[in-house]
């Protein structure tokens, strides 16, 4: 790990180094910075280069000499101090993190130019900007890789800092010398960057750390929203299954009362009747033929309640026999026998609660019969209505003739243990997604606390099926 920042602020920090630099000290001409990159391949690469013209008024900026160390920079290994290889300041300050000042051009032992063409360099001094391992959090990283010399030697292990960037200052000749007032004005300045680059670090690594947040956010945002979605799903199944149940507890009624009276069930015989009435229908209908039967046999198995099975016999049956008869015109007598039958299957699905009719039963006393058709006819709009409750209730009734009594009442305790459960969930799981994606404000642990008090939320929110 080393500094990170956006191009743009690393230039405008490089670009105010400089120039503060070049307008405080009158000697200096001219000055580059240059970043050095995360260990081990510590790529140094020059930023920004700046000129201050002869009124000492105007910098100008950019990189216009060719250099091996403009972009993209060059790795710790071309530049390092090897046998057989031009020795350069820049590994020096690099290594030994210390500075170097060519108050003498014509023997400076690690001018580049000097020791290949040469040709004299400017006066200039070098400057490793430093920070502290510990305020890049280096420490935290036991497994990190230090760069290492040409004999494998660990460079910066024993020190407190790394080098993150070079200042390179260019003098008037013979103005400068080392430890002159102008290389300790540097070397002060070199801190002040060091800390701005480090300011710029960590407010990158904040805006990182955010942008993660976020994404960590939406992604347990997805997984809540998945259990929710599970929870939500399972519920329906499970309203399904207590609506199946009290249909299976009408029939058994209704069977009840038929048993009782001698009848036979009007339900089926209307159906029975359609269906022979549609057997001797004339006309080339025969596809609109078998899906009416079809839909019609498939009406006797439907767990729906008096209601819901009223609005199906008018939109799937009613509809059809509309559709058939439009296409295929019968006899007058024909289609008032059709029509007199659906009367008769919409009048059979109220079987079980009609006054007569349950008043002639005698199986059981009045109040318990008045209550328990009330409960079995009526409409279940959610695991919060009464209805369940009740119907549990008169199902413990040991009194009440229903052969499924007693595992009915058992198979309805247990999905209403489970609705609740199940409610319990989504309100949780709504509870904390609205607080995950509102980044938990204050107030947080309050909510919190409110809803565990007003849901029962943990050991005591969660039912046990018995």
Not at 87 to 116: F, G, H, Y
């Amino acid at each position: 790990m080393s500094i990170e920042i956006e191009r743009s602020a690393l230039e405008s920090a490089c670009k105010e180094m400089i120039e503060t630099i070049l307008f405080c000290l009158p000697s200096a001409f001219k000055g580059t910075i240059y970043r050095v990159g995360k260990p081990p391949t510590l790529i140094t690469e020059r930023i920004t280069s700046g000129v201050i013209d002869s009124s000492r008024k105007q910098i100008s900026w950019g990189l216009p000499e060719n250099s091996d160390y403009n972009p993209p920079g060059r790795p710790w290994i071309d530049y390092r101090d090897e046998p057989g290889r031009p020795l350069e300041a820049m590994a020096w300050c690099v290594e030994k993190q210390i500075s170097w000042t060519s108050a003498d051009p014509r023997n400076d032992p690690r001018s580049v130019r000097l020791q290949v063409e040469r040709i004299e360099e400017d006066y200039h001094h070098m400057e490793p900007v430093l920070v502290r391992k510990s305020d890049l959090h280096l420490d935290m990283y036991s497994s990190l890789e230090y760069p290492r010399d040409d004999q494998d030697r660990i460079i910066w292990q024993g020190s407190d800092y790394v080098v993150v960037a070079v200042i390179k200052i260019h003098f008037e000749p013979h103005s400068i010398r080392v430890g002159s007032p102008e290389t300790k004005v540097i070397k002060k300045l070199s801190r002040s960057l060091g800390t701005q680059l480090l300011s710029h670090h960590l407010h990158h690594d904040t805006v990182r750390a955010m942008q993660q947040l976020a994404r960590d956010r939406l992604d347990a945002c997805n997984i809540l929203a998945d259990s929710l979605r599970n929870a939500i799903t399972k519920s329906a199944l499970i309203f399904s299954l207590v609506k199946m149940e009290m249909w299976n507890l009408r029939e058994q009624w209704e069977a009840l009362l038929l048993k009782e009276r001698q009848e036979r069930n009007a339900k089926r015989e209307a159906i029975k009747e359609l269906e022979d009435v549609l057997t001797h229908l004339s006309g080339d209908t025969q596809e609109l033929k078998n899906d009416l039967a079809a839909v019609q046999r498939r009406f006797l198995d439907l767990p729906l309640s008096p209601a819901k099975a009223d609005k199906w016999i008018t939109m799937q049956i009613q509809e059809r026999w509309r559709d058939l008869l439009a296409k295929s015109p019968q006899d007058e007598k024909t289609t008032r026998r059709i029509w007199q039958t659906m009367e008769k299957l919409k009048k059979s699905l109220y079987y079980g609660r009609n006054p007569e009719v349950v008043a002639s039963y005698s199986g059981i006393p009045r109040d318990l019969k008045e209550e328990w058709v009330e409960a079995i006819y009526s409409n279940v709009d959610g695991f919060n209505d009464s209805t369940i409750e009740r119907l549990i209730k008169l199902l413990a009734n040991p009194t009440l003739p229903i052969p499924s009594r007693e595992r009915s009442r058992r198979m309805l305790t247990q999905l209403k243990v489970l609705a609740e459960n199940m409610d319990q969930l989504e309100r949780n799981t709504n509870f904390l997604l609205r607080h995950v994606l509102n980044g938990g404000e204050n107030g947080f642990a309050a909510e919190a606390a409110n809803k565990d008090k007003k849901n029962e939320w943990g050991s005591r929110g969660a039912k046990t099926i018995p």
